[in-house]
């Protein structure tokens, strides 16, 4: 069974500083991965995804995330964060046979602060 | 275009009343999901419809849990005889078909209070 584990249930961060958001995996299999973003009251928008290829990723509003296989991880990362970025965080992962479903880390708060 | 949408956007219900929850997907989206949020958790994956196969109901965790959708259109998810551990957040998400089903567009969500 896969599983996704994104360990900081809360990252406060003041404004225009770096951030990275841990997300690690595991599976026996190839893997998709995902990262979505949820602001308040909004559903869930894809922020990137890897699929194949480059495993540094660029995705919108300035976001990358770099696969790394041997470590089983998709961290999220922003070199410069603005107010309008806190929101929850969601890594997401699908293995590339069987169930089409993603499956959901528990989400990570980022909280930017002035 | 639109996007999903879900109906009620919030319901509260009694113990062991049934509820019912609508999703909308996308036009031409043939691949349908339901997930539960609860709070403070990541998304549990419930059901999964393709086109006309044979849903996938490998997530629902019980049989008081299930979903119906017609063709590619519209789909219900019932809860018979709510209980409180089913208040949550209850999304639907659509795709297309494909490397595209990666992809995966979410409606706003229904909160269910059950009290």
């Known amino acids: 069974a896969q599983s996704v584990t994104q360990l900081d249930s809360q990252v406060p961060v003041f404004e225009e500083a770096p951030v990275e958001l841990r997300c690690n995996y595991s599976s026996s299999v190839s893997v998709y991965l995902f990262w979505y973003v949820q602001y308040p009251n909004q559903g869930l928008q894809l922020l990137l995804k890897?699929?194949?290829?480059?495993?540094l990723v660029k995705g919108i509003n300035g976001f990358e995330a770099e696969f790394n296989k041997s470590q089983t991880s998709f961290h999220l990362r922003k070199p410069s964060v603005h107010i309008s970025d806190t929101a929850e965080y969601f890594c997401?992962?699908?293995?590339?046979?069987?169930?089409?479903?993603?499956?959901f880390g528990s989400g990570t708060r980022l909280q930017v602060q002035p | 275009g639109a996007g999903v949408s879900q109906s009620p956007s919030n319901k509260v219900t009694e113990k062991g009343k049934d509820v019912e929850l609508r999703c909308d997907p996308i036009s031409g989206h043939t691949a349908l999901y339901w997930y539960r949020q609860r709070l403070g958790q990541g998304l549990e994956f419930l059901i999964y419809f393709q086109g006309n196969s044979a849903p996938d109901k490998s997530g629902l965790p019980s049989d008081r849990f299930s979903a119906e959708r017609t063709g590619e259109s519209v789909s219900t998810l019932t809860i018979q005889r709510t209980q409180q551990e089913d208040s949550a957040v209850y999304l639907c998400?659509?795709?297309?078909?494909?490397?595209?089903?990666?992809?995966?567009?979410f409606g706003p969500g229904t909160r269910l209070t059950v009290t």
């Open positions: 890897y699929l194949s290829g480059s495993t």
């Open positions: 998400a659509s795709s297309l078909a494909g490397e595209s089903s990666y992809e995966q567009y």
């Open positions: 997401a992962v699908k293995m590339d046979t069987g169930r089409r479903a993603l499956t």
